[in-house]
């Protein structure tokens, strides 16, 4: 069979991620890996989950947990959310709540209810992979966001409408990105907003890191400023996406999506179409033990997380050669590193994958224009300090050398 001639254009802009492949090497152990953005397995609330699974199963439960639900999620997460959020400043009920396998199935629905081909979609430079993953089946164009540029609405909706289009949407990770662990500051945010407003466009609020701050003075989330704006967050057009990937459990996949009812409705629509509903055997897991202990189990997170970065960030102050540069991320899980111009990541992660055997993930593939060839993303949310320190020191060497 010839599949090229059955498969979909869209198929073309499909690549696999690198980051899912990079993770393929955890597995060899002399391997230093920086790569993955995952939390430390050794930090999750195993008992808990042993508890609250026990629970879900015990009869009088059993039959609901393993039994289809309905699309919107699990009625008690939904309404533990729904305090969450109103705590964040984003005051909302359970209607504005819905449970996703993950934050990165809301990307891919959201890409699906808003992108047309050649509409536009605004986003940092560099930006989150698997947002473009999940946006590219959707054949967008995708413009450089920055709300410290002096870019106005005009010059946007016409780069859009010379592209075939319009501006949908801007998506932006708002605390620690993944990849810089930048955190977009308050007025930028409200610059955004207007932006936005402009423009007649959505925002995607992606805020998978926002619970890891370890430094400095909360920043609203965007839709928290929207809502003091004007009053309801049914008059609003930000949609925030969160998920408990990095504070409980990535395996379990729940994720949430917060907004306005109407976009809510829109997008149980698409899950229906999709898997029906996710695990309900997860999401009364989840429940149980984001009632019992997220705040207390995410304050020690913070702790063994800062002093990870701590010690990365006295590495390559203490390693790295003239000439690299470094963001100082107030929280999350990453460092953002700036080679020496000439110097490409993808073919420095070679040379140090045969020789130093460390593990990173090169730069280029968070760019929507695939530039950003002298750039590497660094974690430290798995290495301990001594495998910090090697093998920040084994990089500095390779660098050096050129």
């Keep these: 069979m010839q599949w090229e001639q059955v498969l979909a254009p869209r198929m073309a802009r499909m690549k696999a991620s690198e980051i899912r492949e990079l993770l393929k090497l955890l597995d060899q152990p002399d391997i230093i890996s920086f790569a993955g953005g995952i939390p430390d397995p050794a930090l999750f609330p195993v008992a808990a989950f042993q508890d609250a699974l026990g629970a879900a199963l015990s009869p009088g439960r059993a039959d609901a947990a393993?039994?289809?639900?309905?699309?919107?999620?699990?009625?008690p997460l939904r309404q533990w959310l729904a305090q969450h959020m109103t705590g964040l400043g984003i005051p909302c009920g359970p209607d504005n709540i819905l449970i996703t396998s993950?934050?990165?199935?809301?990307?891919?629905y959201l890409g699906k209810l808003m992108i047309g081909p050649k509409d536009t979609v605004l986003v940092n430079w560099p930006t989150y992979m698997g947002a473009l993953g999940a946006f590219n089946a959707y054949e967008p164009v995708y413009d450089r966001l920055d709300p410290r540029e002096n870019r106005g609405a005009a010059e946007y909706a016409e780069a859009a409408a010379q592209a075939g289009g319009r501006v949908k949407f801007a998506y932006l990770s708002v605390d620690f990105a993944n990849p810089t662990g930048e955190t977009i500051a308050r007025p930028d945010r409200e610059r955004v907003l207007d932006l936005a407003e402009d423009l007649g466009a959505a925002i995607i609020e992606d805020a998978a890191y926002q619970a890891l701050r370890f430094d400095g003075e909360p920043v609203p989330p965007i839709l928290a400023l929207e809502i003091a704006r004007k009053g309801d967050i049914e008059a609003c057009r930000t949609i925030y996406c969160g998920s408990f990937s990095k504070t409980l459990a990535p395996g379990l996949r729940v994720g949430w999506v917060?907004?306005?009812?109407?976009?809510?409705?829109?997008?149980?629509?698409?899950?229906?179409?999709?898997?029906?509903?996710?695990?309900?055997?997860?999401?009364?897991?989840?429940a149980d033990v984001a009632a019992r202990l997220f705040d207390s189990h995410?304050?020690?997170?913070?702790?063994?997380?800062?002093?990870?970065r701590d010690h990365m960030l006295a590495a390559l102050a203490q390693h790295m050669p003239a000439g690299v540069q470094w963001t100082r991320p107030e929280g999350g899980m990453f460092v953002w590193i700036t080679l020496p111009e000439g110097m490409d990541g993808a073919h420095l992660l070679a040379r140090s994958l045969k020789t130093e055997r460390v593990a990173f993930v090169p730069g280029r593939a968070f760019f929507a224009d695939g530039s950003g060839g002298n750039t590497i993303r660094l974690s430290f949310s798995r290495a301990d300090e001594a495998a910090i320190d090697e093998g920040i020191k084994r990089l500095g060497?390779?660098?050096?050398?050129?």
Excluded: F
């Excluded at 393993?66 to 009625?75: D, F």
């Excluded at 306005?260 to 999401?283: C, E, F, W």
């Design 397 to 402: 060497r390779l660098i050096a050398a050129g």
């Design 298 to 308: 995410v304050a020690g997170l913070r702790s063994v997380y800062k002093a990870r």
């Design 66 to 75: 393993l039994q289809y639900s309905v699309s919107e999620g699990y009625l």
């Design 258 to 286: 917060c907004a306005a009812s109407p976009v809510i409705g829109r997008m149980v629509l698409l899950k229906q179409a999709a898997d029906l509903h996710s695990s309900t055997l997860n999401q009364m897991a989840i």
């Design 102 to 108: 993950g934050s990165q199935q809301a990307l891919d």
